[in-house]
């Protein structure tokens, strides 16, 4: 099991930038895929960026690649989501959350069974 808590959101004007932070804390040895995902009012939860306990490898969605950088600090326990070019289509809650890796092709749909509270990304126009 792993425990998520999200940091780092607010009130951003268009074109700003924020930096979310997930401070996390494994209780076992394994080592889990860590996804960021985004719900905005009445749409679905969507992934929108991932990261291997490695580091090495990451994925996002095709709506914020060139824009967000997903990064991990295994000495630090702590996630990053860096979110640049800010658009008002961004406003969202945003999760954290981990995942057990199977090794797949797709290794970043997860599922992912480990979430986080959540923290609110408001981008005014």
């Known amino acids: 099991q792993v425990q998520l808590v999200e940091s780092g959101g607010g009130l951003v004007q268009a074109g700003g930038s924020l930096r979310l932070s997930c401070a996390y804390s494994?209780?076992?040895?394994?080592?889990?895929?860590m996804g960021w995902f985004r719900q905005a009012p009445g749409k679905e939860r969507d992934l929108i960026a991932a990261i291997t306990w490695s580091g090495r490898n990451t994925y996002y969605t095709d709506s914020v690649r060139g824009r967000f950088t997903i990064s991990k600090d295994n000495a630090k326990t702590t996630v990053y989501l860096q979110m640049n070019s800010l658009k008002p289509e961004d406003t969202a809650v945003y999760y954290c959350?981990?995942?057990?890796?199977?090794?797949?092709?797709?290794?970043?749909?997860?599922?992912?069974?480990?979430w986080g509270q959540g923290t609110q990304v408001t981008v005014s126009s």
């Open positions: 959350a981990a995942d057990f890796p199977t090794g797949s092709n797709t290794w970043y749909l997860g599922p992912y069974d480990y």
């Open positions: 494994r209780r076992t040895s394994s080592a889990y895929t």
